[in-house]
């Protein structure tokens, strides 16, 4: 699967200003934190901004110049630029003070307060903790924050993503000595195989009636 | 007008602020910020408020340009679709705090347009026309697949399969 293709239009959609909340507060995370992507970014908003340079011209009808600099002087002059440009941690502060909850042993998660029809959590896995083989009803996006996490197709470390459909089956294992924080969006409920299976896809299936 | 003149005139704007200056840069901008409001089916009276806090925006955030990093324009225009995004929040009743981090991460991250406009003028050699155009419709509008094909008078099958081999064709270059 062209994964690349994937994330390369998630970020044409950041930089046209199309996706829902979840994925525009997920994309900038991954801006922030890859510098590959973000330049990626950069070359997308120069493409579009050069559409917009070539605009037919439109000229307002009500508005002057003379609007545009009192409108200015009626609000406080220039906001205070807070120093913390973590797109996460300036939503929702300190990761640490967050009231995780408890999965099952090792996996935490926490709903990010996002009003939209993806939902987009942050999952702590301690050390050497495993999610059961599973796939998914709809895409998956994975963003790791910190530490890293392995799987049948590598290891992926702090501003990688990952992007997992049905067709994809996976068993991540948070492998780094301080586990793994990831930032994650499902589209639809992951389904898993194996052992535990049956109790674990019932436990989704009851869970979808409370969303 | 050209980037170098837009340069001094936010210069002007950010260093004495001149109002004379922005008046040239308001009647350069404000009929191309309307015009994309308008593009992206806002109300005549939505495009207008917004095109007002874009060119407010202009008017005191124009020490946050910076030269060494992008052109005017491209400044211009990210500030242009981010007060689209925030509209959409605004209908949701959500509160708008990015706006801050957004004129931050523009002054703090260290890529200049720069050092990628070989990767922009291929892309923009590469593609033709009709790729071009099916960009702008899809990206820059905003405009539904099922919209292009009815523009376009082209089967809705013929826009999803141009408009993915000319993204892929485009990905070759963002490197």
């Given at each position: 699967m062209n994964t690349t293709a994937q994330k390369n239009e998630l970020i044409f959609g950041y930089s046209s200003g199309n996706l829902g909340e979840a994925k525009s507060l997920f994309v900038s995370m991954y801006l922030y934190l890859n510098s590959f992507a973000a330049k990626k970014a950069s070359i997308f908003d120069n493409i579009l901004a050069d559409n917009f340079a070539n605009l037919d011209e439109i000229a307002p009808r009500?508005?002057?110049y003379k609007d545009c600099i009192e409108s200015t002087s009626k609000k406080n002059q220039k906001d205070e630029i807070s120093g913390n440009l973590n797109p996460i941690t300036n939503l929702v502060?300190?990761?640490?003070n967050l009231k995780w909850k408890s999965i099952y042993k090792g996996f935490k998660e926490y709903v990010l307060p996002v009003n939209d029809g993806d939902t987009v959590k942050l999952i702590k896995m301690d050390p050497g903790t495993s999610v059961p083989l599973h796939s998914h009803n709809g895409r998956e996006y994975i963003l790791v924050l910190d530490g890293s996490f392995c799987d049948e197709y590598g290891e992926y470390k702090k501003g990688d993503m990952q992007i997992n459909d049905q067709q994809i089956k996976h068993h991540p294992t948070a492998c780094d000595n301080d586990g793994c924080v990831c930032l994650s969006i499902t589209e639809n409920d992951v389904v898993f195989f194996g052992k535990f299976a049956s109790i674990l896809n019932l436990f989704t299936f009851i869970k979808s009636f409370f969303k | 007008m050209e980037n170098d003149k837009l340069i001094d005139l936010a210069a002007k704007i950010a260093n004495t602020r001149d109002e004379k200056a922005f008046s040239e840069i308001f009647d350069f901008l404000a009929p191309k910020v309307n015009s994309y409001y308008l593009k992206n089916n806002l109300s005549f009276e939505q495009s207008e408020e917004l095109t007002q806090e874009v060119l407010s925006a202009v008017w005191l955030k124009?020490?946050?340009?910076?030269p060494d990093k992008s052109k005017f324009i491209t400044w211009a225009f990210t500030i242009a679709r981010n007060k689209k995004i925030d509209l959409y929040r605004k209908q949701n009743n959500k509160k708008i705090e990015d706006q801050d981090v957004r004129d931050f991460l523009y002054q703090h991250n260290?890529?200049?347009?720069y050092e990628i406009e070989s990767s922009i003028n291929k892309i923009k050699q590469e593609l033709d026309e009709n790729q071009q155009k099916l960009i702008k419709m899809s990206f820059?509008?905003?405009?539904s697949h099922k919209k292009i094909a009815e523009e376009l008078e082209i089967p809705l099958g013929t826009v999803k399969s141009r408009i993915r081999s000319t993204l892929n064709k485009m990905q070759k270059f963002l490197t």
């Open positions: 009500k508005l002057n502060g300190n990761l640490e | 124009a020490d946050l340009f910076n260290n890529i200049s347009d820059f509008e905003q405009k």
